[in-house]
């Protein structure tokens, strides 16, 4: 009985190996027509004549950036309803997009992208979260992948890495902005910086506000807190005690609400400051349920490109299941502007690679290098001798508790 | 010497073959290609194996029920990382402790610089072994309180000292050492395994990791099918008669939790080396329990049942189950039941991993001896023997396959 | 005093408030076979335990051809608990663990067999060889003592040959019928090249021709191995043809000891055993 | 420094730690209790306790708090019971290991499921009137549910202890811990013994969930995997089986795990100045938890207030 059960078993395993690697020639040759079973989500098959540009979309729907990932991606996907197809080199294609979730974990992202890389892919996109980024950008290197990064922050992702580019700004600008907001408008002497043991962002970014901060006369106070803290409490009151006139929390999302629902137990009056990460509902909700002040920096400001946000709060309330993507709001958060403008400047890159499918990732990647795009919601994108965009904008945006919104501050420029 | 039974030299045919084939394969798979996934999950697959079987050697075959996989994998890993890693490349993993690391030696780095190519591997090697053998000293401290405790203390106790490992490892204050949990990484890549003659470039990647971990595992099977391996299994089964017979409880499972952790250190390594990158926070309790379970899987006892169960877990999860959470699997995803389309709402993330533990729940509760019960491989070649040599007969035997 | 093999001084167990065995002294000649008796919960087992060093005897001593293997007094909370004589006669600790008093030459089998069940019955016996061979780790796996591992496997098909268990070498232990089982955990015990034997019960559970056989069985082991048998053993037929002395406790007191004839007909014996006349009827 | 000011100074850690300590109190008498009949740990409870925060995200969107929270405690009970009858029952006879392992995979299952139905995000857990009002303790500002708790666990326990010193299930609860199989031969129906522990343990889970996560209001598939280790350790630290010794050890680990957290601060540079620079000493206030378990594994293996096993040769 139970080996019959067990063979069966095995033989479903392999029925699936089967669904799953049909035996694909080296090469596509005709990559709508054979296109692999586990593979378009997307497209319809109709017009199946027209040649695939295909966009990995290298970002986390679980773990601990599993929000900000799909929130991301949210941007990408609507860029690509918008704009579903693009001419290259005199040749119409359509652009399909492939997801796999990399699980917010270093351990696991280097296997999902060779699988995004397996799957055929042509340019990839992501991830949000620097250190997965980091993790697998070898994994693009060796396949000779262009990869852009949406909002991966840490300098770390393209240095070092010819394959590796990013459209956000980078941490050191972003400490900097930040660190001149608390000590110049906040008028904070003290700072206390609570960061996550053994993250790549929240260390980096910490790093560059200490080091700014400190140079424009304030102390700093760091502490770490472990994975999987609930119990931000005794932190909270260490910032009470320390004296601190800011607390700068460059976490993920995840445990921004937490941190803040502590600060607004504890009852403290000290202003919240954090980066990129924070710019998502969960952290509005929670700073509207708390009442605390949050201040964070951003890469779009909602209202920036008006006639941008209408279209995109359309599509995004007119399914139920791309609003729980974004939180359950209809808040748009700078890191979707980024996507979207992500996919748009890869289309604009195809573009002047000129080469029409099978593509020659070559052309593509100098092409990269001489991008200068016009971003359509967060502006002007070129790439410096690192493959980082330049970016001199930061926006800086605060909680309005009273009305539960994100509220303009102030656009903040070295 | 011995003549080698038929089961064996099968057995040892079957393996030559595979590592033909990975190297072969390797030659003609381009990473865009869908079938590249069959070479990263058989490098994946071959350091899990290595790492379930050494945690085989300690929870099968000495009956330890240790949980401090993932500890001893970090410190293998993070040892690894540290001797291997570029000096040049030093300054930028170590951005937030400007310049103040503490190890300042890459053997990959001098030796390669030293003999070439070729050097280059040797240091890869030493820091491999030098990573088994931190991992191995750690796991002797860490014994020495933990071994003299009762069976389920000892995994509680286990697992709390790979935590502690990993709040030492992740500690601030020995940041210029370890990066303080900081990801290490710009170290060996898999890349580095390939091998350039004459301008071609041989990809040797899958072929090395898997070959490294199957000496591994050779040396554990060794190991198992020596003298001291009786002496531990005799501890698995009974403890009060296993020293009645002579053998001194405390320093054979000493000497099992530091061979056993030195394999693990090993694999890590390895890891390392298949992710490029170490950060200690993926290394929690959830990476041992997915290893207990593979080896459950594989059925406690067997190393070939470790090694299948590795293999299984990593095609799986990586590769074949994957479709499950994005929405399209065997076609299923086409089916809608009272107007709940599955490929919409029911093959999203994270199923793949919930059909995965039902799997595993369902052989821990009906088939609790793994797949391989507590035979190897050479077993299943005769087996498999048997039942040919009784097909090929005139009158077969109808359900033969119950004997 | 190099006729006793075995000797057991004063010694006391408690456990907690419980006295176990009580001020116990008996000794063992070479080649001499001991029967040691009692009502059940006698404290012969207790006896077995803290002479193998599975217990750590609360008071007392234990010797063997002379060098002292068990040395204990009244430790620590003990101190007041202790309910026992002889305090203050022993100063000296001395504990060794039971595969140290098995390196010195006591072997043993168990109450209830504890063979290695999952293992075969080859196995099982090399599993004892494995304490006295010329090997580490390193050798061992890498297969650098083969000529140590060929004499171990050669004395252990010699001795499964003798205990006529050869043919059953690849059997699963746990698969041999109860009377076999008894018999492999003799030849495991004898694996260990003792020179004092230690049997609990080895004819418990046996019918009267396998106890017969099994008589036979430890007088020819002791002429073979030039052995020591101590024995704990509750048929008396048994007890009273193969032991030239006999011990008796009970309630964890030595009651009487002598050759078999004047046990029999020793008053405070009869009455030990009247309690459990279903006991002494088997 | 007065003793004022150093009452200020650790106060707030000490309030927060008796509240969170107490918590680890609830789950961990489910763990010993569990342990103490069956001599199995529990890998799963701490899941149970997670699953109990999530139903309550579910519940609490759809009925009202007067439905939802009975519903949610009833659920979990349900849980606790269906996991023993499922994947621990046919398992009686099976080695230890074999049954700690079913153990772990339970608790991978339900994470994964929590996973699964959460999409792998954090859920808000909703804020319940009165408990989770702020208010001021010697001028420490804290939430209700932190006074409440203490109060609480007391008194659980002291109706638990009654419910086992006075009833028939509770007289057959430690006769079963005490020898399961002598038990079972006295005509003790030893199934629905453990069934009504697992039932006991499963509702204090769900209490504790209540209590923690109106604390800490994020719900995530990991949330119960660090309370439930700290909770046993709490149990082990107490004494398997004592349900004192698992309320004082997780009171204990509660109290020791906050402090710690603020002892960078409060002994540092800015408090007592007893070191001059920051140690980093807060990112090992989970580690510590597990030092503690060595400590008391080594020294004292069973606990503070638990019984001497002993092993028959």
């Known amino acids: 009985m139970k080996k019959k059960m067990f063979i069966a078993l095995t033989l479903a395993l392999l029925m699936t190996l089967a669904a799953c690697a049909p035996a694909a020639p080296a090469t596509p040759a005709a990559p709508a027509a054979d296109a692999p079973a586990a593979g378009d989500a997307a497209a319809p098959a109709a017009d199946g004549d027209m040649p695939e540009l295909v966009i990995g979309l290298f970002q986390p729907a679980t773990g601990a950036n599993g929000a900000g990932g799909r929130q991301e991606s949210l941007g990408t996907i609507f860029a690509n309803y918008r704009q579903p197809t693009v001419e290259i080199g005199g040749v119409m294609h359509r652009v399909r997009i492939e997801q796999v979730d990399n699980q917010s974990s270093t351990t696991h992202g280097p296997a999902a992208a060779a699988e995004l890389v397996a799957r055929g892919v042509h340019i990839i996109l992501g991830s949000y979260g620097s250190a997965v980024s980091i993790a697998s950008s070898d994994v693009f290197a060796d396949a000779g992948l262009t990869a852009i990064g949406v909002s991966c922050t840490n300098p770390n992702v393209t240095r070092g890495n010819d394959f590796y580019f990013r459209v956000c700004f980078l941490d050191p600008f972003q400490g900097q902005v930040l660190a001149s907001l608390a000590s110049n408008t906040l008028n904070a002497d003290t700072a206390y910086v609570l960061t996550l043991l053994g993250d790549d962002y929240s260390q980096g970014l910490a790093h560059f506000f200490t080091e700014q901060f400190q140079s424009l006369g304030g102390t700093v106070i760091q502490e770490n807190f472990p994975e999987g803290t609930s119990d931000f409490s005794g932190f909270m009151t260490n910032a009470m005690n320390a004296g601190a006139g800011v607390i700068f929390a460059p976490t993920s999302a995840e445990a921004a609400a937490l941190i803040i629902d502590s600060a607004g137990v504890a009852g403290t009056d000290i202003p919240l400051l954090a980066g990129d990460t924070w710019d998502s509902p969960q952290v509005l909700d929670a700073a509207v349920r708390s009442g605390v002040s949050v201040m964070v920096t951003t890469f779009y400001q909602e209202g920036g490109a008006p006639e941008w946000d209408a279209a995109f709060k359309e599509w995004l309330n007119a399914n139920p299941a791309q609003l729980a993507n974004n939180g359950g709001s209809d808040v748009i958060a700078g890191f979707t502007a980024m996507g979207y403008d992500a996919y748009m400047v890869t289309l604009d890159i195809f573009q002047r690679a000129g080469v029409p499918y099978p593509f020659d990732q070559d052309a593509i990647r100098a092409a990269t290098w001489e991008t200068s795009f016009y971003g359509p919601v967060a502006g002007l994108i070129e790439f410096d001798e690192h493959g980082d965009a330049r970016r001199d904008t930061a926006f800086v945006k605060t909680v309005n508790v009273e009305e539960g919104a994100w509220e303009f501050y102030a656009a903040q420029r070295l | 010497m011995k003549k080698l039974s038929v089961g064996n030299s099968i057995s040892i045919l079957v393996l030559i073959i595979f590592f033909v084939l990975t190297i ?19 490098r994946q697959g071959s350091i899990f194996a290595l790492l379930a079987v050494a945690m085989n050697l300690l929870n099968g075959f000495t009956g330890l029920f240790s949980l401090g996989h993932a500890g001893f994998m970090l410190i293998g890993a993070t040892t690894y990382a540290l001797f291997s890693m570029p000096l040049a490349e030093r300054s930028i993993v170590f951005t937030w402790f400007s310049d103040s690391y503490v190890i300042r030696i890459s053997f990959p780095e001098v030796l390669g610089n030293l003999l070439g190519g070729p050097g280059m591997i040797i240091g890869m090697l030493i820091s ?4 088994g053998l931190v991992t191995a000293a750690f796991a002797f401290l860490v014994g020495l309180p933990v071994l003299r405790m009762r069976s389920d203390y000892l995994a509680i106790a286990t697992l709390g000292f790979a935590e502690i490992i990993r709040a030492i490892i992740m500690w601030q204050g020995l940041g210029p050492v370890t990066n303080a949990g900081n990801p290490l990484r710009s170290f060996t890549r898999t890349a580095d395994l390939n091998v350039t003659i004459g301008g071609q470039t041989f990809g040797l990647i899958t072929f090395t990791l898997a070959f490294l971990s199957a000496v591994c595992i050779f040396i554990i099977f060794l190991l198992v099918t020596s003298s001291y391996g009786r002496a531990f299994k005799a501890i698995r089964e009974d403890e009060i008669a296993a020293e009645a017979m002579g053998i001194n409880l405390f320093k054979h499972k000493q000497l099992s939790f530091c061979i056993s952790s030195f394999f693990v250190g090993v694999g890590g390594a390895l890891l390392a080396i298949f992710m490029g990158t170490v950060a200690p926070l993926q290394f929690r309790a959830a990476m041992t329990y997915e290893f207990l379970l593979i080896v459950v899987l594989g059925g406690i006892g067997s190393i070939t049942g470790s090694i299948v169960g590795a293999m299984l877990f990593v095609f799986a999860s990586m590769w074949w189950l994957r479709g499950l959470d994005s929405g399209t699997f065997l076609g299923l995803d086409r089916i809608t039941i009272f107007g709940v389309n599955l490929g919409e709402r029911v093959f999203v993330s994270g199923f793949r991993m919930v059909v995965f533990s039902v799997i595993i729940m369902c052989i821990v509760l009906f088939f609790r001896r793994g797949l391989c019960g507590d035979k190897e491989l050479p077993y299943y070649v005769n087996k498999l023997r048997e039942l040919i040599a009784r097909k090929s007969k005139p009158k077969p035997e109808a359900g033969g396959a119950d004997a | 005093m190099p006729d006793n093999v075995l000797r057991v001084d004063d010694l006391t167990m408690q456990f907690g408030g419980v006295v176990a065995a009580n001020n116990v002294c008996l000794e063992v000649n070479k080649s001499e076979i001991v029967a040691l008796i009692g009502p059940n919960g006698a404290g012969k087992t207790t006896a077995f335990n803290c002479i193998t060093g599975v217990y750590e005897p609360t008071n007392g001593r234990v010797s063997l051809n002379g060098e002292v293997i068990a040395e204990s007094f009244p430790q620590g909370k003990m101190k007041d608990l202790y309910k026992g004589e002889n305090r203050g006669k022993y100063t000296q600790s001395v504990k060794l663990t039971p595969d140290r008093i098995t390196y010195r030459g006591i072997s ?24 006295r061979a010329k090997q580490n780790v390193f050798s061992a796996t890498f297969r650098l003592n083969t000529k ?4 171990m496997r050669e004395e252990s098909m010699a001795l499964l040959e003798e205990q006529k268990l050869d043919h059953l ?11 076999l089982q008894r018999r492999l955990e003799v030849a495991r015990a004898l694996a260990t090249s003792p020179s004092l034997l230690l049997l609990d019960e080895p004819a418990a559970g046996m019918n009267p021709q396998e106890t017969q056989e099994m008589a036979e069985f430890i007088h020819e082991i002791r002429d073979r191995y030039g052995l020591t048998i101590l024995l704990i053993e509750h048929h008396m037929g048994l007890v009273m043809q193969i032991s030239e002395r006999i011990y008796v406790l009970d309630f964890g007191k030595m009651i009487a000891q002598g050759t078999p004839d004047e046990i029999r007909a020793d008053q405070r014996v009869i009455d030990a055993y009247l309690g459990v006349a279903e006991d002494a009827a088997n | 420094m007065g003793a004022y000011d150093l009452f200020r100074l650790f106060f707030p850690y000490i309030l927060s730690g008796i509240s969170i300590g107490g918590q680890y109190a609830l789950i961990a008498i489910g763990y010993s209790m569990v342990y103490s009949i069956l001599r199995l740990i529990n890998f799963a409870h701490g899941d149970v306790f997670m699953v109990g925060g999530l139903f309550m995200v579910f519940a609490a969107a759809t009925f009202p708090l007067w439905v939802a929270i009975p519903l949610v405690v009833f659920l979990i009970v349900l849980l606790g019971f269906t996991i023993e009858r499922v994947a ?27 996973l699964y139905f959460t999409g792998g995000l954090n859920r808000m857990y909703p804020a319940f009137p009165w408990i989770s009002d702020t208010i001021s303790v010697f001028g420490v500002s804290t939430r209700r549910v932190t006074v409440i708790t203490p109060f609480l666990v007391v008194a659980l326990v002291f109706a638990l202890v009654w419910l086992i010193n006075n009833t028939k299930v509770g007289i057959a609860m430690r006769a079963a811990a005490k020898d399961f199989d002598t038990a079972q031969l006295m005509g003790i129906k030893i199934n629905s013994v453990i069934s009504t522990t697992f039932i006991i343990g499963s509702f204090l889970a769900a209490i504790g969930s209540i209590l923690f996560f109106t604390n800490f209001p994020a719900v995530f598939p990991a949330a119960g995997a660090m309370p439930g280790l700290k909770a046993f350790v709490a149990a082990v630290f107490g004494g398997i089986g004592s349900i004192p010794g698992a309320v004082i050890g997780g009171l204990l680990i509660g109290i020791v795990e906050t402090v710690i957290r603020g002892a960078d601060i409060t002994l540092g540079p800015t408090g007592l100045g007893l070191f001059n620079r920051s140690l980093d000493i807060a990112a090992f206030s989970d580690a510590f938890t597990f030092v503690l378990l060595v400590i008391v594994l080594v020294f004292r293996p069973t606990g503070l207030f638990g019984d001497k096993p002993t092993d028959k040769v």
């Open chain 2, 128 to 131: 491999i072994i030098l990573a």
């Open chain 3, 108 to 131: 043993r089998t168990f109450q209830n067999v504890r063979l290695f069940k999952a293992l075969t019955v080859f196995e099982n016996v090399m599993i004892a060889k494995h304490m």
């Open chain 3, 169 to 179: 070498k690849d059997h699963i232990a746990s698969s041999l019928p109860y009377g």
């Open chain 3, 148 to 151: 140590e591992e060929k004499r």
């Open chain 4, 88 to 114: 621990y029952k046919p398992l009686r006879t099976a080695p230890r290991m074999s049954v700690m392992i079913s153990a772990i995979g339970v608790s991978y299952l339900l994470q994964n499921l929590a």
């Open chain 2, 24 to 42: 072969v394969l390797e030659q003609f798979i381009a990473p865009t290609d869908r079938m590249n996934m069959l070479l990263v999950c058989l």
